[in-house]
């Protein structure tokens, strides 16, 4: 790996100081001096948010996935119900496309994505539709169990 | 052994179904590489282990009731079943033994439903 020269210096917060929030950034020479201080408080933030943005657009992208799905299993039910469709037409066409038809019920990899649901379906309006646990793990593809779990262990964050 | 309270559930290799409604027609739920049917019983249902687990594990819900003749009551009620099931409603609950019973032979999960607001409710208050 090639390295390159700069005269950029980075000052590292003194860990002994009390305010270590920030990381300064000098460049320069003899004449003239660049001073750039970044807050890493405002960095995290900024982090913080990119990182729910994505989160709220991967639940929500799921969230209309998984809608599509109930739509393709009721119109496929409706095709058995008025005998268009065989029984045994019916399981081929779930056994062959389950991507088309089935939720798929998946683990919760952090209490953060919990906070994102929570506050999706609390944009989404509880006035709405009083959505029960199950819904909310069907809407966004998470198992139930760990959600129930998770929100009961989240309730000093929610408050 | 009865449960009729929030959060209650079943699992069982056989069950029986009595429901005065059978709700939605299913729609499909992958768990841990399984596919369920899933239905919504929007009225009093009742659900009874005719067949136990073997081996008598729970699948889905560590905390599910898994004896023989174990019964799940209550208004709103979620199955899964691992087989599409066409259930016959039951019209009059009063009459016990006139009660339609579809009896499923496959795997069967049921869970007294909970609601959102209410499971927010409690971890707030807490």
């Not at chain 1, 169990?145 to 408050?159: A, E, P, T």
């Not at chain 2, 029986?16 to 009093?44: C, H, Q, T, W």
Request: glycine share 4%; proline share 2%.
């Amino acid at each position: 790996m090639e390295s390159i020269d700069t005269n950029f210096q980075v000052l590292l917060p003194d860990p002994l100081s009390k305010d270590n929030s920030y990381l300064t950034v000098v460049s320069g020479n003899q004449d003239n001096t660049t001073i750039l201080d970044c807050n890493l408080d405002a960095r995290l933030k900024t982090f913080t948010y990119l990182k729910h943005s994505q989160q709220n657009e991967n639940f929500l992208i799921e969230a209309t996935r998984n809608f599509i799905k109930k739509q393709n299993f009721s119109e496929l039910n409706e095709l058995l119900d008025e005998g268009e469709i065989t029984e045994e037409e019916y399981e081929i066409q779930l056994k062959d496309n389950p991507e088309k038809y089935f939720i798929s019920l998946k683990n919760i990899n952090s209490p953060d994505e919990v906070i994102v649901i929570a506050n999706l379906v609390k944009r989404i309006g509880l006035n709405l539709r009083d959505f029960s646990t199950s819904e909310v793990s069907e809407m966004f593809s998470v198992k139930e169990n760990q959600l129930i779990s998770h929100v009961n262990n989240l309730r000093n964050v929610l408050k | 052994m009865k449960l009729v309270q929030l959060g209650n559930s079943v699992e069982c290799q056989k069950s029986n179904i009595a429901l005065r409604s059978s709700g939605d027609n299913p729609f499909g739920i992958e768990y841990e590489g399984v596919r369920y049917f899933k239905y919504k019983s929007k009225k009093r249902a009742i659900v009874t282990i005719t067949e136990e687990l073997n081996p008598k594990e729970p699948r889905i819900c560590k905390t599910s009731y898994l004896d023989l003749n174990g019964i799940l009551e209550a208004e709103v009620i979620e199955i899964w079943t691992e087989k599409r099931v066409k259930f016959e409603v039951t019209s009059n609950f009063s009459n016990v033994h006139g009660i339609q019973q579809n009896s499923v032979n496959a795997f069967t999960f049921a869970k007294i439903v909970i609601t959102w607001r209410a499971i927010l409710e409690k971890a707030l208050t807490i």
